[in-house]
């Protein structure tokens, strides 16, 4: 004789949270790559910064006042750091497990307002090089400035 086993709907709720948990786990793993992006950051003194906060974003194509065909309608105005880490003794930092794909790493020093960013692009299993030299805010970076009439 079979017996029938009944299950609530908080044990549904429960095993059907565990199968989507596995599927989303396998997801994030995918996500995860063998690239990596490190370098050194300087001050506007051409020193190694020490304890720089550098953000790595996801890098967007067209620069950023161009909208392209893929770019979502809601996309937020500031981009989202997907990891932080702070510069060691010698301005040193290292973003690991990173996916192929082009980044922006972004380093500043809120004491001094200085800033400095690289665009970087990763193939699979890459290790790549982006030193930044922090620059003061509104310093001639070397582009053209247009004068206001």
Do not use: C
């Not at 790549?128 to 247009?146: F, N, Q, V, Y």
């Amino acid at each position: 004789m079979r017996k029938w086993m009944f299950v609530g709907p908080a044990a549904l709720a429960a095993a059907l949270l565990a199968v989507a948990s596995v599927g989303h786990a396998e997801e994030a793993a995918k996500a995860h790559g063998t690239a990596s992006i490190s370098g050194k950051v300087t001050g506007v003194d051409g020193h190694p910064a020490a304890g720089i906060e550098v953000r790595l974003m996801a890098g967007h194509a067209g620069g950023k006042d161009k909208k392209t065909a893929d770019a979502p309608a809601n996309k937020p105005k500031r981009m989202e750091a997907l990891a932080t880490v702070k510069t060691d003794d010698q301005g040193a930092y290292k973003f690991d497990n990173l996916a192929a794909g082009t980044y922006v790493v972004q380093a500043g020093d809120h004491k001094t307002m200085a800033m400095g960013k690289e665009k970087v692009t990763l193939t699979d299993g890459q290790a790549a090089t982006a030193d930044i030299k922090l620059e003061a805010k509104g310093a001639d970076t070397g582009g053209e400035k247009k004068k206001k009439n």
